[in-house]
């Protein structure tokens, strides 16, 4: 399937609003992701420490290509969150998985205008 199509899929009706942002829950990406390629795969390599924040990865492989995402562990504001649990470690790693699977065209309008 091609980013074009994928990138008509609509996908607002699974959206929540999180304080001021549109969130897009990583199990309807990628029930999205698999519906269009079921061979499609993901890992998370290891987060990495700038001082006493996270960076968390992700690197989504489907198409026969793969891409890469990062995202620093952040609360609701966009704010790095210094120190943070394995809770908001496991969070902002799925919020990745989502951020890179939108980089197909799954959801990507939702990311418009948060960088």
Known sequence: MSYAKLRTI????????KGNLTYLSWVYCVDELLLADESATWDFPEPKYYGETVMVF??????????????PVMDNRNNAITN????????????????????????????????
């Not at 609509?10 to 609003?17: A, F, I, Y």
């Open 10 to 17: 609509n996908v607002n009706e699974k959206t929540e609003k």
């Open 84 to 115: 943070p649990d394995s809770r908001k470690i496991s969070d902002a790693t799925m919020r990745c998985l989502a951020k890179c699977i939108a980089c197909f065209g799954i959801g990507l309008y939702i990311f418009a205008g948060q960088d």
């Open 58 to 71: 992700c690197n989504v492989t489907a198409f026969g290509k793969t891409m890469k995402m990062q995202l």
